[in-house]
């Protein structure tokens, strides 16, 4: 497979209190999505990094763990995962997403708990995303067998 790469922009205006921006995705997906302080400390409509990088870990890891059960022979009916970004200030000033928490639920045929919960944690440990977070960021994984 040909090496892929995918692209997003953002746009700030103002400062970091008042300002606003907007994203765009290549894909169209997002376009002109609004995000500002508000949207990422309170609780304001629009997205924010944490949501977004959420999103992406939960669509990631959903697809890492259905191909993982399928190249052990398992079949899923599907894959649910529910991403948590947690940010927190730091002592020195400023921010940092310190933990990601995964809960997966999956429905799979003819699989115990003990073996999806096995397969869980090797599709966690190939998933690009948690690669990429993995060294900076705490991941927890919590997998249910539906």
């Not at 940010?87 to 799979?108: C, N």
């Amino acid at each position: 497979m040909a090496t892929l790469k995918r692209t997003a922009q953002a746009v700030w205006h103002g400062n970091l209190k008042n300002g606003k921006g907007e994203i765009n995705a290549s894909s169209g997906i997002l376009q002109e999505t609004p995000y500002s302080f508000a949207t990422r400390f309170e609780n304001s409509p629009g997205t924010n990094p944490e949501e977004l990088l959420a999103a992406a870990h939960a669509a990631c890891y959903s697809m890492a763990f259905a191909f993982t059960l399928s190249e052990k022979g398992y079949e899923p009916e599907s894959v649910q995962t529910q991403a948590t970004c947690t940010i927190e200030p730091q002592q020195t000033g400023g921010f940092k997403i310190t933990k990601m928490r995964l809960e997966t639920q999956g429905h799979v045929s003819g699989i115990d708990a003990a073996t999806f919960e096995q397969i869980a944690q090797e599709a966690e440990a190939g998933c690009p995303v948690s690669n990429a977070l993995r060294g900076g960021v705490e991941i927890e994984l919590h997998a249910t067998l539906m």
